[in-house]
């Protein structure tokens, strides 16, 4: 079965003094923590074994959050990362955990809504072989990873933040790799960064054609949170979305009792629990109160 990593590691200093004392991936997006997204996702992708990493100060605040991951039917393990080294380092960080499996890796600030999301994600995750990315069209691709791909959805290059970008597909940070992806990152050399890049295991996986290229489509939303506008417009969307539409966006509980990872019993103490809050009430009219 794939499992799955989050990396909610770094600093998030381009939010200071927001993130001053508090990881960034614990900041709210409107009504939950924003690591409540990302888990959504691989949740969807019918991923229950996870691997939360992140830095010594901030770890202990997501296992208090989470807990074991029983709540939500899934089974939370967590890794310290002492300093940014790259993103595939994740997948080194994760070796043990994964075990020979194939994975999936998410970004703990990345945000995606959509309802073509689930089955493309469900699709994606049975395929056990090479590297999956995902793209989304947008307007200025400089600030990205950007992929060209041929007539045939095929991937002929890949750039990081071009000035005179091939395509407008921009790299989200999600990725889906099988078991190869510990070993090939392992092989890295630092870039003049310091750092072992993420596009440069895209590389590798390109070089003995397994690289794989999925676009998000229309009707999708990726958001970013990487400054106080970005984060507040992420906030904005989310709240529009839950109530024009009644339902909540990456409601962990919501997806897990749909899947039936958890039971009536189970939904009804967390909703007790959060009696008092809106979530808390939403979970309720779920159980048909």
Same mark, same amino acid.
């Given at each position: @079965? ?7 590691? =770094? ?14 991936? !614990? ?15 691989? @949740? ?22 989470? =807990? ?10 967590? #890794?310290?990362? %002492? ?6 380092e ?7 955990? +994964? ?7 998410? +970004? =703990?600030d990345?945000?995606?809504? =959509? ?7 469900? #699709?994606?995750s049975?395929?056990?072989?090479? @590297? ?21 959805? *095929? ?8 000035? &005179?970008? #091939?395509? &407008? ?14 070993? %090939?990152?392992?092989? !890295?050399?630092?870039?003049?960064r310091? *750092?072992?890049?993420?596009?440069d +295991? ?6 003995? *054609? ?16 990487g400054?106080?506008?970005? +984060? ?12 024009r ?17 958890? &039971?009536r ?25």
């Amino acid at each position: @079965m794939r499992k799955g990593i989050i990396l909610a590691g =770094g600093k998030g200093t381009r939010l200071y003094p927001l993130t001053s004392v508090v990881s960034k991936q !614990l900041l709210h997006v409107y009504d939950k923590p924003m690591v409540y997204y990302p888990l959504s996702l691989l @949740m969807f992708a019918n991923i229950r074994d996870i691997l939360v990493i992140s830095t010594p100060h901030d770890l202990p605040k997501y296992e208090e959050l989470l =807990g074991d991951g029983s709540d939500f039917g899934l089974n939370l393990s967590y #890794k310290v990362q %002492l300093a940014p080294r790259g993103l595939p380092e994740a997948f080194i960080l994760a070796e043990d955990f +994964l075990d020979g499996a194939p994975s999936a890796l998410i +970004l =703990g600030d990345n945000i995606f809504f =959509g309802s073509g999301i689930p089955p493309l994600l469900e #699709k994606v995750s049975a395929d056990r072989e090479g @590297m999956h990315i995902f793209s989304y069209l947008v307007q200025d691709p400089r600030e990205y990873g950007v992929v060209e791909i041929n007539e045939k959805r *095929e991937v002929i290059s890949i750039e990081e933040k071009p000035q &005179n970008p #091939k395509s &407008n597909l921009a790299l989200t940070g999600l990725y889906f790799c099988d078991h190869q992806a510990p070993a %090939l990152a392992k092989a !890295l050399k630092p870039s003049a960064r310091g *750092e072992i890049e993420i596009i440069d +295991l895209m590389k590798q996986y390109h070089k003995i *054609e397994q690289l794989k290229m999925q676009q998000f489509g229309r009707g999708t939303a990726w958001l970013d949170t990487g400054n106080p506008d970005s +984060l507040l417009d992420a906030s904005n969307f989310i709240a529009t979305i839950e109530r024009r539409q009644g339902f909540k966006v990456a409601c962990l509980e919501e997806i897990a009792f749909n899947k039936e990872w958890i &039971n009536r019993e189970t939904l009804e103490r967390l909703a007790e629990k959060q009696r008092n809050s809106f979530y808390g009430k939403y979970l309720y009219t779920l159980l048909g109160y």
